[in-house]
C-alpha cells in the first residue's frame, strides 16, 4: 500500500504543485497582510531598539581588590539585588515606541598574560548605582573608570592570532540550582580564612596561570528576570515562566513519589530523602530574585603560544558549581570542530575554515559588544538566583593566592575628626 501511495505521488507531483499554488494565491489576500504585519512588526521592534541602545553610553569599571576581604558572597548577593533593574519597558509606549529596555550589566573576570583583574560593564546612568552598592557592601575596594580592553584585540587566524571560545548554558531545568557558596559553607561568619573552600579560586587560579602572549576572558551578562511569558488561555496576561517551571517539576516529583493504589481514594506521596531534598532546592532556588543570564569565554592567543590544553580547563571551569542530582554547567556553541573528519573538511580548498574562522569573528564581536539578550548576537540564556550568581562572580578573600592577582596594598581610611579646620 504504501508502494501504491509513493507512486500516486510521484505521478502527480505536478498536478499538486499547482494545485498548491493556486491555493496560495487565492488565500494571498488573506494571509500575506497578516505576514507582511508580522514581518513589519518584528523590523520596527529591532529599530527602535537599535536606537535606543545607540544613545546609551557604555563604560567599564575596574574593581581594585585590598589585600584582606573578610565579607562572605552574601555581600555579593546583596550587590546584585541592587542591580536588579525592571524599569524602561513597564509600559507600551516605552518598550515599543521608544525602543526602551530593561539594562543588562556585564560581570568580567579575564586574565592578559596572566594578570587578573574584575570589571563591571554598564551604562553611564548607572554606574552611581554600581559605585555605592559595591562601596556599601566592600568599603575597602576601589573602582576606576578605564579604556575597554576589548578594543585593541581583534582575530586574524590566517597569521598572527588563534582564538576559542564558547557559550555556557544549565545542564537541567533553570527551577535546579547549582552548587552555591552556601553549599561550600562560605555563608558561617565565624569561619577562618584558612579554613574556607571558595569555589572561585580554582577560576583565578586558572586566569593566573595564562603566560605571556595568551588572555582569557570570561563575561558574564545578566538582566533582571521579570513575568515576560503569556498565560495560557488569556491574552495578554502575563506569567513567570520560572516559577510555573519550578511548580511543574515540584508537581512530577511528587507524583513520582506517590505509589500506585486499586483504592478509590488517592495515596498519599512517600518521597525519599532525595525527592525531598529535591523539593526544597527547588523552593528555595525560586524563592530568591533571578536574573536572566548568559556566560560567554574566550581563549586568545599567539599562534606560536597557543595552548590547546587550556580549551579542556576552560570547558570545566565551573565544574565545581556542578551538583549530581540538581543542576550544573554545560558548554553550548564552541568554535571548534566537533568531529575528527572535520577537521579534515576544513581544509579543502573550497572551505579553508571559513565557517569555523567567522564564527570566531562573531564570538568576538558579540563579547565586545556585549550582546546576549538582543539582537544582533542574541543567544539562548539562562534564568539563575542570586544566590547562584553570587556563587560564580564575588570578590575573594586572602585564600586566593594567585600571584598575578594585583589587590591594593594600603587600605583606604577616613581622617581623623578632630582634624583643625
Known amino acids: 500500500m504504501s508502494n501504491n501511495f ?3 505521488i510521484s505521478n502527480n507531483i505536478p498536478e499538486l504543485e499547482k494545485t498548491v499554488l493556486d491555493l496560495l494565491i487565492s488565500t494571498s489576500p488573506v494571509w500575506l497582510p497578516i505576514l507582511l504585519i508580522i514581518i513589519g512588526w518584528k ?48 509600559n507600551w509606549y516605552d518598550k515599543y515606541w521608544k525602543g526602551g529596555t530593561r539594562p543588562w550589566f ?22 552611581n548605582l554600581v559605585e555605592s552598592q559595591l562601596y556599601s557592601q566592600y568599603p575597602t575596594v576601589e573602582i ?36 552555591t557558596y552556601i553549599d561550600y559553607g562560605l555563608d558561617k561568619a565565624d569561619t577562618k580564612e584558612e579554613y574556607k573552600t571558595d569555589p572561585i579560586t580554582p577560576i583565578i587560579e586558572f586566569l593566573g596561570s595564562i603566560s ?61 530523602k532525595g525527592q525531598i531534598d529535591k523539593i526544597a532546592a527547588i523552593e528555595r532556588n525560586v524563592s530568591k530574585l533571578g536574573f536572566d543570564c548568559g556566560i560567554r569565554v574566550i581563549y ?50 573550497l572551505n579553508k575554515n571559513r565557517r569555523l574562522n567567522e564564527q570566531k569573528r562573531r564570538i568576538l564581536n558579540a563579547y565586545k559588544l556585549r550582546s546576549y539578550f538582543y539582537p544582533p548576537y542574541q543567544k539562548k540564556w ?9 556563587s560564580i562572580f564575588h570578590l575573594p ?5 594567585t600571584p598575578t592577582f594585583a589587590r591594593i596594598v594600603s587600605k583606604k581610611a577616613e581622617p581623623p575628626s578632630n582634624l583643625p579646620i
Do not use: C
Open 144 to 179: 576606576y573608570e578605564v579604556p575597554d580592553y576589548t578594543e585593541d584585540n581583534y582575530f586574524d587566524e590566517d597569521k598572527t592570532t588563534s582564538l576559542w571560545g564558547t557559550n555556557f548554558i544549565l545542564k537541567a531545568s533553570d527551577s535546579y540550582p547549582i552548587k
Open 382 to 390: 539562562f534564568v539563575i538566583n542570586t544566590e547562584g550568581l553570587a
Open 43 to 90: 523590523l520596527w521592534v529591532r529599530y527602535v531598539r537599535a536606537l535606543f541602545f545607540s544613545k546609551q553610553k557604555r563604560i567599564l569599571l575596574e574593581i581594585k581588590l585590598p589585600k584582606e576581604i573578610t565579607k562572605s558572597p552574601l555581600a555579593m548577593e546583596t550587590f546584585l539585588i541592587g542591580l536588579h533593574q525592571t524599569g524602561r519597558e513597564s
Open 397 to 401: 578573600g586572602s585564600v586566593a593566592q
Open 106 to 127: 556585564s560581570l568580567e573576570m579575564i586574565s592578559i598574560e596572566g594578570a587578573v583583574g574584575f570589571f563591571i560593564w554598564t551604562e553611564v546612568s548607572y554606574k
Open 300 to 349: 586568545m592567543a599567539k599562534k606560536e603560544k597557543f595552548n590547546r590544553a587550556n580549551i579542556s580547563v576552560f570547558r570545566s571551569i565551573f565544574q565545581q558549581f556542578n551538583s549530581n542530582n540538581l543542576n550544573g554547567f554545560k558548554t553550548y556553541l564552541s568554535t571548534s570542530h566537533d568531529y575528527p573528519w572535520q577537521e579534515y573538511l576544513a581544509y579543502l580548498p
Open 6 to 8: 509513493l507512486s500516486f
Open 212 to 272: 605571556k602572549g595568551e588572555q582569557a576572558w570570561i563575561q558574564i551578562l545578566i538582566r533582571a528576570h521579570k513575568k515576560e511569558q503569556i498565560k495560557k488561555g488569556t491574552w495578554f496576561e502575563k506569567t513567570d515562566a520560572w516559577q510555573d517551571e519550578a511548580r511543574e517539576e515540584i508537581e512530577d516529583i511528587r507524583k513520582e513519589a506517590t505509589p500506585e493504589t486499586e483504592s478509590d481514594y488517592p495515596a498519599f506521596p512517600n518521597p525519599t
